[in-house]
């Protein structure tokens, strides 16, 4: 089973964010990856821009059955269609993950709590230690 895993880091204040994502095979890390967001509008933007960077990933790889996992839980109820969306920044990006979803035969999303999403969590703060750490 394929598992891809997701979180983001958002700071409000200097409009920036990072996101972290880790790709498993059973479980067998195949792939981690972060980033820094240049312009992260809010936490659920950050976490969305974490999302589809995992499923492109994922369809890169060219995987077919998918389960997601993420501790966003108004993000993940939204793509559940268990929500609705009322951020005019989050709707395209909700869109973007609509389509992409389309690459899969089968794809379930789920949330889970922040403990058990502590590799995707590091990595997401990993880039923004990175980042400051470049600055100074």
Known sequence: ?????????????????????????????LIKKYKILELALNSNYAEYKALIEGLKNAIELNIKDLYVEGDAKIVIEQINNNCNIKSNSVKPLYNEVVLLKKHFDNIHFNHIYRKYNLIADSLANQALIEYFNWIF
Request: net charge negative; hydrophobic share 40%.
């Open 1 to 29: 089973m394929f598992l891809l895993q997701f979180d983001a880091c958002n700071r409000d204040n200097l409009k920036l964010g990072s996101i972290g994502y880790v790709l498993y095979y059973d479980s067998t890390i």
